[in-house]
């Protein structure tokens, strides 16, 4: 199906709405969310929007993204999703960009932000504490009777009518805009039209044999394309069951396992860093997969390492299917499984429902194992970049869209990726713009110049670092930095680590030379962290201050996951690496797991040594 109105239209059948939609911090049926659907129609059309207007949503509530999203699909007005962890600065930019009619934002990013009279309307998100019994499906269906109007998303749905939706919505109108990192600092616009969505959503259906009352577990971030369109736009598209019951994180590794056992998951969307982490932490858990009702294992966002492919196969008895595409495509261009017949170890596999081709910097096309820059044509490609006539018009060219990927196809087919063109760093399945980060570093006024780029890594792929030049007669530490960039950037885009150099090697007509950078900063001996005579607390403290890139005088054993700034999956694994160094232990899997506070790190150390 590729109507968006007739898709839309399918949840007024009272058989699809007594189905499951979401499984989320708790449960959403069909009918909870036609009926949210609706009341935002009339709040969309009590202030005044029209098909084509734009709105920005970024919230860390999902049910409230999903709802948000499918309401502006519904309506025929563009959705954008902006990352609530975005910086001030970089936010008002994008808001400048894309012009919104209206905010559909966090509560405290209304300050955060500092929204005040950037458009025309803030709808905040707020989530209520509810009384006592007073379930979310009964507050959707309640009249309003008098109370104090609210203000706040979802509590205005208590005084909302339930509305009609437009009878036709042009399918080559924009139906979202997601950002993505250009060759300069300032991220893209995507724009893809309904058409494209469809499309693509009815060949990833086909590709991965969804059925309705299928059960997909997808928790990745909702502000990329793999979250938002392959979790609850797909679901609406084939009626099956989503679930996000939680966010990712290390500590919840057993919960993903058991979560596909106790949801009867029939399809697992995930990406290369996860399934590594999985894979790492699997003991006990290698039949998961190994059930009636499981089916697939898909991961796409980043390259996924041979060697991490096979190790899990092999462990888990169970086969993944590789995707390969961009946010310029909606999702998928290319598939690897999930058949016998489309399965080849290390490939991106073959492309479905559009073509491929590669090209020499002639523009010359190449035939079997010649490498070069692989082009992609058909009816899930982006429009447009917003605002973007420069960018728009290199990348789309006589109807082929230029990937920035160097590939090779193979004599029966298959398609591998083998370099990227594009100056582009891929950490955990975050797409990551050096120049970006670059420019936040160079305007520390301590800093000369910078370079940013990747480094392999095991777990993530690559991991973000910095070369960085001082101005003489300036002094900063790596922290001070590290904290410059927690203000602008994203905690995915901060530096995992930065290094102080005396210069950056350049070429003769100034550009930077990143492969020398690379081996200067490979060589580069990271900190050895000392154990000496100071005890467990203090060796903690000081392994948990290089992790986590804060001051160790900042820190006590009180400390946490959720109260110390830069305590993420990646970081925590730092962590881990150099306690294990350090106190020459090594740690299992549960353990890990549960290390999430300074204290338990402590019990779980001494119980090792002693």
């Given at each position: ?235 609406v598209l084939n009626t099956h069951s989503w679930y996000h019951p939680f966010e990712f994180a290390i500590d919840k590794i057993e919960a993903i396992f058991d979560s596909i056992y106790k949801y009867r998951i029939t399809h697992f969307i995930t990406v290369p860093t996860m399934l590594a982490f999985l894979n790492k932490f699997s003991d006990g858990f290698e039949d998961t997969f190994d059930n009636a009702d499981f089916k697939s294992i898909i991961t796409s966002a980043s390259p996924l390492e041979v060697e991490l492919w096979k190790t899990f196969e092999q462990k888990f008895n169970t086969r993944i299917v590789n995707n ?287």
């Amino acid at each position: 199906m590729t109507d968006t109105v007739a898709i839309f239209k399918r949840l007024e059948d009272k058989k699809i709405q007594s189905k499951l939609f979401a499984q989320l911090d708790k449960k959403y049926t069909y009918a909870d969310l036609h009926t949210g659907l609706a009341k935002m129609t009339t709040y969309f059309q009590q202030k005044g929007l029209s098909q084509g207007d734009r709105l920005i949503i970024s919230s860390r509530d999902n049910y409230a993204v999903s709802i948000l999203f499918l309401s502006c699909l519904k309506n025929g007005i563009t959705a954008m999703m902006l990352d609530p962890d975005m910086g001030t600065i970089r936010a008002n930019e994008l808001i400048k960009l894309t012009e919104p009619k209206g905010l559909l934002v966090d509560h405290e990013l209304t300050a955060a932000w500092s929204l005040a009279d950037k458009t025309e309307f803030i709808l905040p998100i707020k989530k209520e504490k509810q009384k006592k019994g007073l379930l979310f499906k009964k507050m959707l269906k309640s009249k309003s009777n008098g109370a104090q109007k609210a203000t706040t998303f979802p509590a205005i749905l208590n005084q909302l009518e339930e509305g009609d939706g437009p009878s036709q919505i042009d399918p080559e109108s924009t139906a979202y805009i997601l950002f993505t990192s250009g060759s300069t600092s300032t991220p893209k616009a995507v724009q893809i039209s309904h058409r494209a969505l469809w499309a693509n959503l009815n060949t990833i259906v086909k590709v991965y044999n969804i059925e309705e009352g299928d059960r997909v577990f997808n928790i990745l971030t909702a502000y990329h394309t793999d979250g938002i369109i392959q979790g609850p736009v797909l679901a609406v598209l084939n009626t099956h069951s989503w679930y996000h019951p939680f966010e990712f994180a290390i500590d919840k590794i057993e919960a993903i396992f058991d979560s596909i056992y106790k949801y009867r998951i029939t399809h697992f969307i995930t990406v290369p860093t996860m399934l590594a982490f999985l894979n790492k932490f699997s003991d006990g858990f290698e039949d998961t997969f190994d059930n009636a009702d499981f089916k697939s294992i898909i991961t796409s966002a980043s390259p996924l390492e041979v060697e991490l492919w096979k190790t899990f196969e092999q462990k888990f008895n169970t086969r993944i299917v590789n995707n390969y595409g961009l946010t310029e495509t909606v999702v998928g261009a290319s598939y690897c499984g999930p058949s016998p017949s489309t399965h080849r170890i290390g490939s991106v596999g073959v492309p479905v429902d559009c073509e491929f081709k590669i090209i020499n910097e002639t523009g010359e096309t190449l035939g079997d194992n010649e490498q070069g820059e692989l082009l992609i044509k058909g009816d899930n490609l982006l429009t447009n970049y917003l605002n973007n006539e420069e960018a728009t018009a290199a990348a789309i060219q006589d109807g082929w869209f230029h990937t920035g990927d160097f590939a090779k196809r193979d004599e029966d087919g298959f398609y591998y990726i083998v370099g990227r063109k594009k100056n582009l760093i891929i950490s955990g399945g975050i797409n990551i713009q050096p120049e970006e980060v670059t420019a936040v570093l160079n305007s520390h006024p301590a800093v000369l110049e910078s370079a940013s780029l990747g480094l392999p890594d095991d777990i993530f792929g690559e991991k973000l670092v910095a070369a960085v030049v001082l101005n003489t007669g300036t002094s900063v530490d790596e922290l001070a930095l590290v904290e410059h960039c927690r203000t602008e950037l994203e905690e995915a885009k901060v530096p995992k680590k930065i290094h102080f150099v005396s210069a950056i090697p350049k070429t003769g007509s100034g550009k930077i030379k990143y492969q020398e950078v690379t081996e200067l900063l490979k060589a580069d001996k990271e900190l050895v962290l000392s154990n000496g005579d100071h005890g467990y607390t203090e060796g903690i403290l000081a392994a948990a201050a290089d992790a986590f890139k804060i001051d160790a005088s900042k820190l006590d054993m009180k400390g946490d996951s959720l109260s110390i700034d830069g305590w993420d999956s990646m970081a925590h694994l730092v962590f881990i690496t150099n306690l294990e160094d350090q106190f020459k232990v090594r740690f299992n899997s549960k353990e890990i797991m549960v290390m999430n506070t300074l204290a338990e790190a402590e019990q779980i150390l001494a119980a090792k040594l002693n």
